[in-house]
């Protein structure tokens, strides 16, 4: 478990974490999301006592990090899977990481396997692609085989097989009772993984709430119905109370109501219908809702340079040769 109790962090006169509270649970993979910005890395470092925060406190199961002994057999972290000595082979890597914690030898091997790079054991890290290196990341912060794990970007770089093993893996971590916390910009990655999330902007915390619950308070749900009585259907859902927005393509959409309770209506009245559809939001587009007012940076679609016109390019090529 991770409990963190008013946790912040100034840097000058940046605010980057502003009395953040919210407790890791095990049994579930938790997702920490927030715009570029809002403070994640930040938290993230303060957790592992890289960063000593400006006031508030952050616990590893009841301890400050400093005082734990051995803390890779308490948490394993992903922050930088690029902070590899780039002369030292994977193994050996490892094998330091193991040596400083009290670990057995015999665990290095049995990470690698996990991570498939045990064809690689003997390879310099400077050799490796992105990929290769994020899961030499992942198998340092598994080696103490400890019940916390800290991924930040854990599918940075992994090929389509690789992500579905990572996502795996962290669905099979939770569900052993760990606790499991993971920080990505990708939205469609996260929604297939994280079953709480906790969400920051500015440094301040806006959501800890389950997925599902995320996604209703933040985004709009509803019926999608189309039918070729269509004024009928309009005015049978009108009756019973159902409120209908006309959309394009000749569509309905019936807010607050569910698909069932629509289908029953139109068959009662023998209205034919050519679609019933319920539509949720995605992850996504609710995160975007929430954190709107949060987002630090914004990019802004320009013109662009502009091609001059194709006679100016003879002319140009001319001029070139001349």
Same mark, same amino acid.
């Given at each position: 478990?991770?409990?963190?109790?008013?946790?912040?962090?100034? +840097?000058?006169?940046?605010?980057?974490?502003?009395?953040?509270?919210?407790?890791?649970?095990?049994?579930?993979?938790?997702?920490?999301?927030?715009?570029?910005?809002?403070?994640?890395?930040? @938290? #993230?470092?303060?957790?592992?006592?890289?960063? &000593?925060?400006?006031?508030?406190?952050?616990?590893?199961?009841?301890?400050? +990090?400093?005082?734990?002994?051995?803390?890779?057999?308490?948490?394993?972290?992903?922050?930088?899977?690029?902070?590899?000595?780039?002369?030292?082979?994977? +193994?050996?890597?490892?094998?330091?990481?193991? !040596?400083?914690?009290?670990?057995?030898?015999?665990?290095?091997?049995?990470?690698?396997?996990?991570?498939?790079?045990?064809?690689?054991?003997?390879?310099?890290?400077?050799?490796?692609?992105?990929?290769?290196?994020?899961?030499?990341?992942?198998?340092?912060?598994?080696?103490?085989?400890?019940? /916390?794990? #800290?991924?930040?970007?854990?599918?940075?770089?992994?090929?389509?097989?690789?992500?579905?093993?990572? &996502?795996?893996?962290?669905?099979?971590?939770?569900?052993?009772?760990?606790?499991?916390?993971?920080?990505?910009?990708?939205?469609?990655?996260?929604?297939?993984?994280?079953?709480? $999330?906790?969400?920051?902007?500015?440094?301040?915390?806006?959501?800890?709430?389950?997925?599902?619950?995320? /996604?209703? &308070?933040?985004?709009?749900? +509803?019926?999608?119905?189309?039918?070729? !009585?269509?004024? &009928? $259907?309009?005015?049978?859902?009108?009756?019973?109370? /159902?409120?209908?927005?006309?959309?394009?393509?000749?569509?309905?959409?019936?807010?607050?109501?569910?698909?069932? !309770?629509?289908?029953?209506?139109?068959?009662?009245?023998? /209205?034919? $219908?050519?679609?019933?559809?319920?539509?949720?939001?995605?992850?996504? *587009?609710?995160?975007?809702?929430? @954190?709107?007012?949060?987002? *630090?940076?914004?990019?802004?679609?320009?013109?662009?340079?502009?091609?001059?016109?194709?006679?100016?390019?003879? *002319?140009?090529?001319?001029?070139?040769?001349?």
């Amino acid at each position: 478990m991770i409990e963190l109790e008013g946790l912040t962090k100034r +840097y000058g006169e940046k605010l980057a974490v502003n009395n953040l509270t919210f407790t890791v649970r095990p049994g579930m993979v938790t997702g920490f999301l927030g715009p570029n910005g809002a403070g994640k890395s930040t @938290t #993230m470092r303060m957790m592992l006592g890289l960063d &000593r925060p400006t006031a508030g406190d952050v616990r590893i199961d009841g301890e400050h +990090y400093d005082r734990l002994k051995d803390p890779l057999k308490y948490i394993g972290a992903l922050l930088d899977a690029q902070a590899v000595h780039g002369g030292r082979s994977a +193994y050996n890597h490892l094998l330091c990481l193991a !040596q400083s914690n009290g670990i057995p030898r015999r665990r290095v091997a049995e990470v690698l396997e996990t991570v498939g790079l045990t064809a690689v054991a003997r390879k310099k890290a400077k050799g490796f692609s992105l990929g290769m290196g994020q899961r030499l990341g992942i198998a340092g912060a598994l080696l103490g085989d400890p019940r /916390i794990l #800290m991924f930040d970007e854990p599918v940075n770089g992994l090929d389509p097989e690789g992500i579905h093993w990572i &996502r795996n893996l962290m669905k099979a971590l939770a569900a052993e009772g760990r606790t499991v916390f993971v920080s990505s910009h990708l939205m469609s990655e996260m929604a297939l993984t994280a079953e709480h $999330l906790v969400v920051i902007g500015q440094g301040r915390l806006l959501a800890d709430t389950s997925m599902a619950d995320f /996604i209703a &308070r933040n985004s709009r749900s +509803y019926v999608r119905v189309r039918s070729p !009585q269509r004024e &009928r $259907l309009l005015d049978v859902l009108h009756e019973a109370g /159902i409120v209908v927005v006309e959309s394009g393509a000749g569509a309905l959409e019936a807010d607050g109501a569910k698909a069932e !309770q629509i289908g029953e209506l139109a068959a009662r009245h023998q /209205i034919v $219908l050519h679609e019933l559809s319920p539509q949720t939001a995605s992850l996504e *587009e609710a995160f975007m809702q929430l @954190t709107a007012e949060s987002v *630090e940076y914004h990019a802004h679609a320009g013109p662009g340079p502009q091609a001059p016109p194709e006679s100016q390019w003879g *002319e140009s090529w001319e001029r070139s040769r001349s």
